[in-house]
């Protein structure tokens, strides 16, 4: 366990933009013994699917950008292939949902690049090692990291538990962040969308 406090803990999770959003995430808590694993480790020990997913979110991104740039004869190849994505996402999601264990299963609160929290019956020791599975439904992808429990905060009949990303490869933290933003801009449409529909 770093020997940092509580303070710098909550810091290093506030370091990048949060969102309130409902993810499903699997979270199983590990032995008291448990050393967190190297990255190497932690890549060598990710179940498959959750390797494909990020390489296929990351290929995405890469491979549409360059069309932008291109000029409007490009809009039926950059459709075409947005069409053929939707396929692949549609797959990799049926594939990803085969992951998520019900006996495990939590909704989220809130998530960003540092961490997130976690809606739970009951509290969680600070300091206790989680496995977590977070599913990314609306960018058909998933992570796999190890987290550490930094704060259990009751919220009505249940707890909030404040989960610090403690062992995450760099290109999954940037797939939380970029899912953030993307989510933050939708909810942004949506509520537009709403406050026009209320005004007319």
């Given at each position: 366990?770093d ?11 506030h ?27 932690l890549?060598?020990?990710?179940p ?8 296929m ?13 291109l ?11 947005n069409?053929?994505n ?11 949902q085969?992951?998520?264990d ?15 929290i976690?809606?739970r ?20 992808a ?7 429990v ?25 797939l ?6 993307h989510?933050?801009?939708l909810?942004?449409?949506?509520r537009?969308?709403?406050q026009?529909?209320?005004s007319?």
């Amino acid at each position: 366990m770093d020997p940092i406090s509580l303070e710098q803990k909550m810091a290093q999770f506030h370091e990048f933009f949060t969102i309130k959003h409902q993810l499903s995430v699997n979270m199983t808590p590990v032995n008291g013994g448990f050393q967190l694993p190297s990255l190497d480790e932690l890549v060598s020990q990710m179940p498959y699917a959750f390797k494909i997913a990020a390489e296929m979110s990351n290929i995405d991104t890469q491979a549409l950008r360059p069309l932008r740039n291109l000029s409007e004869h490009a809009k039926d190849l950059t459709d075409f292939l947005n069409h053929q994505n939707k396929k692949l996402d549609l797959m990799m999601s049926y594939i990803l949902q085969q992951q998520d264990d019900p006996q495990h299963r939590y909704v989220s609160v809130e998530f960003g690049g540092g961490g997130i929290i976690l809606k739970r019956n009951a509290p969680l020791a600070e300091g206790t090692l989680v496995e977590l599975k977070i599913f990314l439904t609306e960018e058909s992808a998933a992570v796999y990291c190890y987290s550490e429990v930094i704060k259990a905060e009751p919220v009505g009949d249940d707890y909030h538990i404040y989960l610090l990303f403690s062992r995450i490869r760099e290109e999954d933290q940037e797939l939380l962040v970029r899912a953030s933003l993307h989510m933050q801009t939708l909810q942004l449409r949506a509520r537009s969308k709403q406050q026009n529909n209320d005004s007319n």
